[in-house]
């Protein structure tokens, strides 16, 4: 029997693990356990975690998750994680990394990322900068080119447009724009969100849904905060997984967030609220590698304030090809085997390390 385990402090973590998960489930002589949970402070200041806040919200069969108490007295055979700073049972074989995400701030490469055995690399942008910055050696075999297996449901056709618009109570006769920001501090949500959402209803062109960060830095339930500005116009969404409602967006609206580069992947257009405070910490922080020159917001459109946003918006929706060039590049770059990253995966962990897990497909090319 081979002993897996998955941990991770935030929904999106394990949504980045869920499609692998939903394989080596179901695979012969393999165990999968998962771990961590919502990360917060003790009485005493210690780090405690909250593994059914975080895992309750997902369909799992019973048995599936254990403390993090439990699993230190345990050990497993390979640890995934999609966090930089693992949770870890008593012992383990193997570390794999998947990471959750990819944004021009690339907080995933540090120093701090440098101590697994594998990383399952998102695409060339990311293995040149895990290289130039001394996480990985050159020609590294802990370096495999998988892709982001969270983003395969955008482009294999398991998510219906108008499922996601019915669930949030939309017809779709207005363009729908996907507001996401970024969880650190100083983001647009933080900066100008009351202004902007109220612009976006004055200008009643739009149907927006507001995704706010799963794990912000500033600690604010979001969901809650907003929810009294929901409306006819406005709703806020509260599911982990970004994915639907990019599909069900005709333009994405955002700051500094990853989900600016998977909302690529379906070549659709972007704006990009500024957040010069948040720029500039993050630019301040001595392991910033802050890339604004390579790809940074070069797929959208700028705005400034709620009114500069709002006409970025209305260029977007008229204009819906514009920077398709650029898109399409920068998904080439960013991304190995879009839409065949967990049957990669798959394919990697059968071969290399022996868990007979089957792909879901092979990939087309």
């Not at 999609?82 to 944004?103: C, D, M, Q, V």
């Not at 819906?320 to 991304?335: I, M, N």
């Not at 967990?342 to 394919?347: F, I, L, N, R, V």
Request: hydrophobic share 40%.
């Amino acid at each position: 029997m081979i002993r897996i385990l998955f941990t991770g402090y935030a929904p999106v973590h394990f949504v980045c693990f869920r499609p692998l998960y939903s394989l080596l489930a179901r695979a012969p002589g393999v165990s999968v356990t998962l771990s961590g949970g919502l990360r917060g402070r003790g009485s005493s200041g210690q780090t405690v975690y909250d593994e059914r806040g975080l895992y309750d919200r997902f369909e799992l069969p019973a048995g599936a998750v254990r403390s993090v108490e439990e699993i230190r007295a345990e050990s497993y055979d390979i640890l995934f994680c999609a966090n930089t700073k693992r949770i870890e049972p008593g012992a383990y074989g193997r570390s794999i990394e998947i990471f959750h995400g990819l944004s021009f701030r690339n907080r995933a490469v540090r120093s701090a990322n440098g101590t697994n055995d594998h990383y399952f690399v998102l695409g060339p942008y990311m293995h040149r900068l895990l290289g130039s910055s001394g996480v990985l050696r050159p020609r590294d075999p802990r370096a495999v080119p998988v892709g982001f297996m969270k983003t395969d449901c955008l482009l294999d056709g398991s998510i219906r447009r108008e499922d996601v618009l019915a669930r949030y109570r939309l017809d779709g006769e207005r363009p729908v724009v996907l507001y996401a920001p970024t969880g650190a501090r100083r983001n647009s949500l933080e900066t100008m969100g009351a202004p902007l959402l109220g612009a976006l209803t004055r200008a009643g062109r739009f149907d927006v849904i507001v995704k706010p960060h799963d794990h912000p830095k500033d600690g604010i339930d979001w969901a809650a905060r907003l929810a009294p500005l929901e409306s006819e116009r406005i709703r806020v969404a509260r599911e982990p997984d970004v994915a639907p409602l990019l599909v069900a967006a005709d333009v994405l609206l955002t700051d500094a967030s990853s989900v600016a580069n998977e909302y690529a992947l379906l070549d659709r257009p972007i704006v990009f609220a500024d957040v010069p405070e948040l720029l500039r910490a993050a630019r301040a922080n001595p392991e910033s590698n802050l890339d604004l020159r390579t790809w940074g917001r070069r797929a959208g459109r700028i705005g400034r304030d709620p009114d500069s946003i709002v006409a970025a918006l209305d260029e977007a929706v008229a204009h819906p090809r514009r920077r398709s060039s650029v898109r399409r590049r920068l998904v080439s770059d960013l991304f190995y085997n879009p839409g065949f990253a967990t049957a990669t995966a798959a394919t990697w962990l059968r071969d290399a390390l022996g868990v007979a897990v089957d792909p879901p497909y092979e990939h087309a090319a």
